[in-house]
């Protein structure tokens, strides 16, 4: 591949992680920045995952740093995720993953209202009760398993599923990055191991998710649930876009 396309695929990634660090679709950006560049659909796919996990990985330390993970649920959320994106690439051998796309969209319209009048939490955070708990590890486990099978909005489906918990915009954005960065290794492990990852590619988009995950966590602290719900909001709409493009 042309080393300058590289380079602009490269700003792209930085561009993504730092939207997806906040309110995630960054795959709204790479998958198909990496189509246009030439890449058949499968490497193109495979190659996402493979710079993808290092924007969710960066996001994640940006907020661990930052003391807004919530440790109890982290230990429990990050093997769910692993096992639910492993899972989920399986059930791909067994249905069509196409089926599922009027129901995202749909969801998708539906996380965008609870977003609109969902009252947003205090932003200081407080660990979850107990009920609580057990329902964010139920969603996380849900949701890596929908990202190893389909994937578009596995990030805004978790921040929502959060935020409708009760969780603050800035705690659920960080948690969410818990199983954001379990599910892509999973994802990146599997696409690894079936050489379907372009890593002449994916290695230099990864360093700008590197550098975009943590820019895009800063951001979120510091703009807190104005800048998260309105990103939130943004996502949600273009991702309804893509999604009935591709349907229609």
Known sequence: MDPLVIVVLAVTALFAG????IAGGGGLITLPALLAAGLPPHLALGTNK??????????LFAFWRAGRVDRELAQLA??????GS?????????????????LVIALLVAAAAVMLVKKPARERDTAPVRKTLVLALVLA?????????????TGTFLIVGFVALGMSHTQATADAKVVNFASNIAAVVAFGLDGDVVWQVALPMAAGQLL???????LA?????????AMVLVTSGAL?????YDLL
């Open 18 to 21: 730092t939207v997806d660090a």
């Open 50 to 59: 493979g710079q993808s996990w290092c924007g969710s990985g960066s996001a």
């Open 78 to 83: 990050f093997p769910l995720g692993l096992a």
């Open 86 to 102: 492993a899972l989920g690439a399986r059930l791909v051998m067994l249905v069509d993953p196409d089926t599922l796309r009027p």
């Open 141 to 153: 486990f849900v949701i890596a398993l929908y990202d190893g099978f389909f994937g578009p909005g």
């Open 212 to 218: 975009g995950g943590a820019i895009g966590a800063r």
């Open 221 to 229: 602290l510091r703009g807190g649930a104005k800048l998260i719900r």
């Open 240 to 244: 309804v876009a893509k999604l009935l």
